[in-house]
């Protein structure tokens, strides 16, 4: 039995951010665990689930809607599950607290401006999101206004007031989204201030992260994970390595300085940007990003006769394809390491890859990057059957 207790943060039942709450940090882990075993177990052994020694305010990435609420006040938070109703948060168990105040001020000082938060219902008024990222190790903070227009009439001052009570803002970008969807940001942006993306460091090597570029949200995990992954790939300095679904290029070129050659694939061409200048900001000669679908590549490759010695693949929590997963298959590397922020997904590719016994699982390591939510990530080391 699980021992319940009193949820440590009073917005447990709005918000459902964070489903684990009731459980110790230790038993989160536990419960983690078992479900890793339940979906993975039969591809071989789970190791031990890498948890946080602080497993708070690890978000280094936070985004609040803005809106309304009945009384017409300007609220800013999260949408309540299955809902455009936004819960005000004033202060998040596992979000970066300096992130917090921003947001906390930027919403005061739409009053003193103002500024309207966009209304769904009437399509009218101008903010709608506020995304705040900031670099673990540089402390350089990027703040992204997501507006329903590109006219923003008191933008100077309202932008030296933001600096004034936030200095260690690096950079303040407008994106511009005009429609309807789930999507937070839209395609069109404007730096309003600095240069339009910030830098940090993961694993000893520096990387440019842009307003619309993935880039994990755990930075203490991410660097246990990355470690991991490098270490399964067990590089000699021969290899040619194919970095799938690379984002902004942070696996591959934490894995560069043992490779021979990195390659690495993205579908968002704004990620390509950056990973290409990662490489060039790291004075890295081995690495090439190119925009594509992973897929399409891996066919590419497949068709061509071209066989990278080493994979690692880490697609979005949909998982992978046939069309990759086969073509992985075919160009038989030596070993594939898959991250994966999907246990299911995971074992529904994996299941694929192990298919009459192409590749064989040897390691499975979970790494908890989202407490006290139920996400959680793994990699997976594969090996092809000689
Ligand atoms: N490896 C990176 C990014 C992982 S997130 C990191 O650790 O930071 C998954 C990435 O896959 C995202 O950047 C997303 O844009 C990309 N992606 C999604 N579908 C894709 C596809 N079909 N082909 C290539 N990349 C894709």
């Known amino acids: 039995m699980e021992e319940a207790h009193t949820p440590p943060c009073p917005l447990y039942r709005k918000c459902g951010g964070c489903q684990l709450q009731t459980l110790p940090y230790p038993q989160q882990l536990r419960r983690k665990q078992a479900r890793e075993i339940a979906l993975l177990g039969a591809f071989g052994h789970v190791e031990p689930i890498i948890g946080m020694d602080d497993p708070t305010h690890y978000r280094n990435k936070v985004c609040a809607a803005f809106a309304l609420d009945a009384k017409r006040h300007i609220v800013s938070g999260v949408y309540q599950p299955g809902s455009h109703r936004v819960v005000p948060v004033e202060e998040c168990l596992i979000e970066d607290a300096i992130a917090d105040r921003i947001i906390a001020d930027i919403r005061d000082m739409l009053r003193d401006f103002k500024i309207q938060v966009f209304d769904e219902r009437s399509d009218r008024g101008f903010l709608r999101h506020v995304l705040v990222r900031r670099g673990f190790q540089s402390g350089e903070v990027m703040v992204v206004l997501v507006a329903a227009s590109p ?7 309202f932008v030296k007031k933001l600096l004034e009570l936030h200095p260690e803002i690096t950079t303040v970008v407008l994106n511009v989204n005009d429609r309807f969807t789930p999507v ?4 069109r942006e404007k730096v309003l201030f600095g240069p339009g993306v910030i830098e940090d460091t993961l694993c000893g090597y520096r990387f ?6 993935f880039y994990q949200v755990n930075p203490v995990q991410t660097e246990v994970l990355y470690g991991k992954a490098v270490e399964y790939a067990a590089l000699t300095g021969t290899e040619t390595v194919l970095d799938a679904y690379c984002g902004v290029g942070t696996i591959g070129i934490s894995a560069s300085a043992g490779a021979k050659q990195v390659i690495g694939v993205e579908l968002n061409r704004d990620a390509v940007k950056d990973a290409i200048a990662n490489a060039r900001l790291n004075g ?10 992973a897929g399409e590549y891996m066919q590419r490759m497949a068709r061509d006769g071209h066989r990278p010695d080493v994979v690692f693949m880490d697609p979005p929590r949909a998982g992978s394809d046939e069309r990759f997963l086969q073509a992985l298959r075919k160009t038989a590397p030596d070993r594939v390491v898959y991250v994966s922020c999907d246990p299911e997904t995971l074992a529904r590719d994996l299941r694929i890859l192990t298919a009459g016994g192409a590749f064989a699982v040897r390691r499975i390591q979970p790494v908890d990057m989202f407490p006290f939510t ?11 059957n000689a």
């Open 184 to 187: 937070v940001l839209g395609e």
């Open 151 to 157: 006219v923003f009439p008191t933008q100077k001052p």
């Open 208 to 213: 440019r992260i842009s307003p619309r570029s």
């Open 374 to 384: 139920e996400h959680v990530e793994t990699v997976v080391l594969l090996s092809r």
């Open 284 to 293: 890295l000669k081995n690495c090439w990003f190119t925009a594509g679908d």
